[in-house]
């Protein structure tokens, strides 16, 4: 059903009441707190339509409406207008950041401010590795039969890795494949992935005949096998999430916080809607996980040197201020870009 004018601007008042109080909304309060210019009745007869529509639900226990997912995405897409941050604000998280030195510390200080400013969760994931070029690595021994692997990427991030080896590799096996392997990024550009397939089908051949080289298979597996990378996500604000009404219920606050937990499950989660440059706002239950269906997500990828790399991104409940939350991941999604460029 197409939404008429009357009806669009009762459902943005009934949502902004909603997310303002946390308390369902009647169509007395409508006509007393917003000026539409529209008797009770008239406000209650759309109300009921657009419940009958979907766009709004009735607790049992109320009289009053709440927003449904349908009527949050409905807002978001075509009622909801775009904000931007004060000017005050912009240089207080500008100053924040100056202060960081180092990429951790930025990854951290990028979810406190996610946090603080919406008081949700704020989620950060560091640069994925796979989307990066590889410009070196490096093999460095560190004893006991353990070797660091550092990768560096096109955007000057360097990645470490601690390998086990299950038998031993001499240094000058070491060197010879790093040399191969840096040869190989220089003669083209070359992902992570491309580049364990490479080494998968290209050392096979040298050393598939020599059984006492088996052992170097299975370095390679270790240092390069794409499913052996765990995202590493940074999280604040779960104190958020508890203060909020819509989790006073022990059940639903223990699935969002048992999720969040699962790092890597989050991490694609989120990089599941980031297909698309702009961005992605996910309400309650567009989400596939079960667990956090009664959230709404938003998400934005980050980029450094101008070349896509990581994401951010605030969960919380359904019952948000959208053109605010928004507003907030979009200019904090744009000064992380800056910082991490300059390291």
């Known amino acids: 059903m197409e939404l008429n004018e009357r009806m669009r601007r009762i459902l943005a008042a009934v949502i902004h009441r909603y997310i303002t109080t946390a308390e369902p909304v009647s169509s007395s309060i409508i006509a007393e707190k917003y000026n539409l210019n529209l008797s009770p009745a008239t406000i209650r007869h759309e109300m009921n339509l657009l419940e009958k529509y979907d766009y709004l639900g009735q607790p049992h226990t109320s009289a009053g409406r709440i927003p449904t997912d349908r009527g949050y995405r409905f807002y978001v897409d075509n009622l909801m207008k775009k904000t931007h941050l004060k000017e005050n604000e912009k240089e207080q998280i500008i100053q924040i950041y100056r202060k960081s030195k180092e990429f951790e510390e930025t990854m951290k200080i990028t979810s406190q401010l996610l946090s603080k400013l919406t008081n949700n969760i704020g989620v950060v994931l560091e640069p994925y590795i796979f989307t990066n070029l590889i410009k070196h690595i490096q093999f460095i021994p560190v004893g006991n039969n353990r070797i660091l692997v550092l990768i560096i990427t096109d955007t000057g991030l360097v990645y470490q890795k601690l390998i086990n080896l299950s038998g031993e590799i001499t240094r000058s096996n070491l060197n010879y494949l790093s040399d191969f392997i840096n040869i190989k990024l220089q003669e083209k550009d070359i992902t992570l992935v491309n580049l364990y397939n490479?080494?998968?089908?290209?050392?096979?051949?040298?050393?598939?005949?020599q059984e006492r080289f088996n052992y170097i298979h299975n370095f390679i597996e270790d240092c390069f096998n794409f499913r052996y990378f765990n995202d590493k996500v940074y999280l604040n604000g779960r104190i958020n999430i508890m203060k909020q009404p819509e989790f006073r219920q022990t059940n639903n606050l223990n699935y969002i916080l048992s999720f969040i937990e699962k790092e890597n499950i989050l991490a694609d989660t989120i990089r599941k809607y980031l297909t698309f440059e702009n961005t992605q706002v996910i309400i309650g239950r567009e989400i596939q996980q079960k667990e956090i269906q009664n959230c709404s997500l938003i998400a934005r990828k980050y980029k450094i040197k101008g070349k896509p790399a990581g994401a951010i991104g605030i969960l919380g409940p359904t019952r948000m201020n959208y053109p605010r939350m928004i507003s907030?991941?979009?200019?904090i999604s744009e000064k992380l870009g800056e910082v991490l460029s300059e390291f």
């Open 198 to 209: 490479i080494l998968k089908e290209e050392l096979n051949k040298i050393l598939s005949f």
């Open 328 to 331: 907030i991941v979009e200019f």
